[in-house]
C-alpha cells in the first residue's frame, strides 16, 4: 500500500485532543459514540438524531474552545478575564477553595522560602481536588447550562421517552468524565485519574511578567522569579492571591483544552432563516429595550438558531485567512459574491452582488439564500483552528454544485479547518469518497486530472462516518460507525439499501405494465 499522502507544511492544519461523546437514551437515540476526526459525517433518515447529535457536540466544544495547550498557556491574559475567552474567567469556587485550604497556605509558605535554583512540587492531593473542583464547575454547571440553552429545553425532556436513564461520556484527550441526570441538573459520577505532575521552581527570569511555564515529559513546571516567590510585600501578595490563579489556569489548559479555537454551526433550513433574519433580529433588538420596563414577549429560539443569527449580526468587517478560498468556491456556485454591511441597531443587511447590481437576499434564489452564511462565515469568522458544524450542506443544491461542495469541504479540510456534517446526499458522500481514494494517486496520476489541485485529497484516518440505524427492540436509532477503505472509500451499503428498494418497486411497475415479463 502506498504511504499515505499529508499537506505540504504551513497549511495550518491542527491535530487537536482527541474528542469523543458517548451518550445513551439521549433524545431519539438508544446509544452511541462519536469521535471527532478532520472530516465527521453523520448519515441516516429523517428524525434519527443527526442534529440532536451535532447540537450535543457544540455543547462540549463550547466548554473547550479558547483553551489553549498547556505550551501555549499565556498567563498574563489572566488579568483582563472578560476580555478573552470564558477560558481565561476566574474559577470563583475552585480558586477560592484552593486559597483557603490549609495544605495550599503550607505550599504558599514553601514557594515563600525557595532560592533560585529550588523547586518544589504541587501536592498531589491539593492537584486532585482542584481538578475535581474544576471539572465540576464546568460540567455540572456551565455545560448542564450550555445543554439547556442550546436545545431550548430542559435536561429531563432530552432524555429518550420510555428509555433508562440519559447517560453522557465526554472525553477531551486524557480527561474523560462520565455525566448523569440528578434532579434538573447532571452530575458527574466518574472522573479522571488527575494525576499530573505539577511544580514550582524558582529561576532567574529575563521576561517582564516574572514567570514562565516549562513542559517536559509528565511534568508541568512553572518557573517563577526570584522576586515573585518569597519574601513579603508584593511577592508575598502574588504567591498568596494570584498563584491560585496561576495553578487554576494551568489545570484548565490540561484538563480542557481540545485545540480548537471556535466552533460554528450552520443549522438547517437557513434559506428560510437567512430571508426572515433582519426582521428577526430587528424584533428582538426593539424588544431587549423594553427589559424590566414593560412584560416581553418573544417566540422562543433555540440557542442554536440565536448564535447562528447574533454571528450573523456581528460579522467581522475584516477579511479572514480563509478569504480567497472561499471567495473562489463563491463565485464558482454563485457566479457573484455575498456582502453584508452593519445598519441600525447593529443589523448586518445581507445582499447578492453580481457585477455591479446588487439584491437583498429575499429577491435571490435558495441557493443564494442558503449558501450566503456559510461564504459569509469563512470569509469573514472562520480561522484554521475551528470546527464548523454544518446541516445538510447539500440543501437547495443542484447535484453539480454538490460536487463543489464536496470539494469545498476537501479544501477547508486540507487547509486547517475541521469540519462536521449531517447529510442525505449519497453524492456528496460519493465524492468524498472519491477524495479518499485520490490519496492512494501519485502525482504523475494526479497530474493527469488536470481538474484536481494537488491538495483535493483525504487520507481515510481523516474521516469518520457515522450511521443511525433504527432499534425496532427500543423503538429508537443507534450509531454505528461506517467501514472506509482506501481502496474504495466509504461504504454505501446505507444508501444502497434504499436504491435497492427503489429498484425492486420500479420493476413491479414494469411487469405490471408488461413492459417486462
Same mark, same amino acid.
Given at each position: ?70 505550551? *501555549? ?404 436509532? *443507534? ?39
Amino acid at each position: 500500500m502506498r504511504e499515505k499522502r499529508v499537506p505540504k507544511p504551513g497549511k495550518g492544519t491542527i491535530k487537536p485532543k482527541d474528542v469523543a461523546v458517548e451518550f445513551s437514551n439521549f433524545g431519539p437515540v438508544v446509544s452511541g459514540e462519536i469521535a471527532l476526526r478532520p472530516l465527521t459525517i453523520l448519515i441516516g433518515p429523517n428524525n434519527c438524531g443527526k442534529s440532536y447529535t451535532a447540537m450535543l457536540m457544540k455543547a462540549v466544544l463550547s466548554q473547550t474552545t479558547g483553551a489553549p495547550p498547556i505550551d *501555549r498557556l499565556d498567563i498574563r491574559r489572566m488579568g483582563h478575564p472578560f476580555r478573552f475567552s470564558p477560558f481565561f474567567r476566574p474559577s470563583i469556587t475552585a480558586t477560592g477553595s484552593l486559597a483557603r485550604s490549609n495544605m495550599y497556605i503550607d505550599f504558599i509558605k514553601k514557594v515563600q522560602n525557595l532560592e533560585v535554583g529550588d523547586c518544589c512540587d504541587v501536592p498531589k492531593t491539593l492537584v486532585k481536588d482542584l481538578g475535581r473542583l474544576i471539572l465540576r464547575e464546568v460540567f455540572e454547571g456551565h455545560f448542564k447550562d450550555e445543554v439547556v440553552r442550546i436545545f431550548g429545553a430542559k435536561m429531563t425532556e432530552l432524555q429518550r421517552i420510555n428509555g433508562e436513564a440519559l447517560e453522557l461520556k465526554i472525553r477531551i484527550g486524557s480527561t474523560d468524565v462520565t455525566l448523569k441526570p440528578e434532579g434538573k441538573g447532571l452530575k458527574i459520577i466518574t472522573f479522571p485519574k488527575l494525576d499530573h505532575r505539577l511544580r514550582i521552581r524558582v529561576d532567574v527570569l529575563k521576561r517582564p511578567e516574572g514567570y514562565n511555564i516549562e513542559v517536559e515529559d509528565d511534568t508541568i513546571t512553572i518557573v517563577l522569579s526570584k522576586d515573585l516567590s518569597g519574601g513579603g510585600g508584593e511577592s508575598s501578595h502574588f504567591s498568596r492571591l494570584l498563584m491560585p490563579r496561576v495553578i487554576e489556569l494551568v489545570m484548565k489548559s490540561l484538563l480542557l483544552s481540545s485545540g480548537y479555537t471556535d466552533c460554528y454551526y450552520l443549522p438547517a433550513a437557513r434559506s428560510g432563516m437567512m430571508q426572515a433574519h433582519k426582521v428577526v433580529s430587528a424584533a428582538i433588538m426593539k424588544t431587549a429595550g423594553l427589559g424590566g420596563i414593560d412584560e416581553i414577549r418573544i417566540p422562543q429560539l433555540s440557542g442554536i438558531v440565536v448564535d447562528f443569527l447574533t454571528q450573523l449580526n456581528n460579522l467581522d468587517p475584516d477579511r479572514g485567512p480563509l478569504y480567497r478560498i472561499a471567495s473562489s468556491f463563491e463565485k464558482e456556485v454563485l457566479g457573484g459574491q455575498v456582502k453584508f454591511r452593519t445598519v441600525d441597531d447593529y443589523i448586518s443587511k445581507i445582499e447578492y452582488h453580481l457585477g455591479k447590481s446588487h439584491m437583498p437576499l429575499h429577491r435571490t434564489s435558495s441557493t443564494v439564500s442558503e449558501l450566503a452564511p456559510l461564504f459569509l462565515f469563512l470569509k469573514h469568522e472562520v480561522s484554521r483552528r475551528s470546527l464548523l458544524i454544518i446541516e445538510e450542506p447539500e440543501a437547495h443544491l443542484h447535484p453539480a454544485n454538490q460536487e463543489i461542495m464536496a470539494r469545498l469541504i476537501v479544501r477547508l479540510v486540507r487547509n486547517g479547518v475541521h469540519v462536521m456534517i449531517t447529510t442525505h446526499s449519497d453524492l456528496l458522500l460519493r465524492r468524498i469518497s472519491d477524495f479518499i481514494l485520490l490519496s492512494e494517486a501519485e502525482d504523475q496520476q494526479r497530474s493527469r486530472l488536470s481538474e484536481y489541485d494537488e491538495d483535493d485529497f483525504l487520507n481515510k484516518d481523516e474521516v469518520s462516518v457515522s450511521a443511525f440505524e433504527y432499534v425496532d427492540d427500543a423503538s429508537a436509532y *443507534r450509531i454505528k460507525p461506517v467501514k472506509i477503505h482506501a481502496e474504495s472509500g466509504i461504504s454505501q451499503e446505507e444508501f444502497m439499501r434504499i436504491h435497492r428498494l427503489l429498484y425492486s418497486k420500479r420493476l413491479r411497475i414494469e411487469r405490471e405494465l408488461g413492459i417486462i415479463q
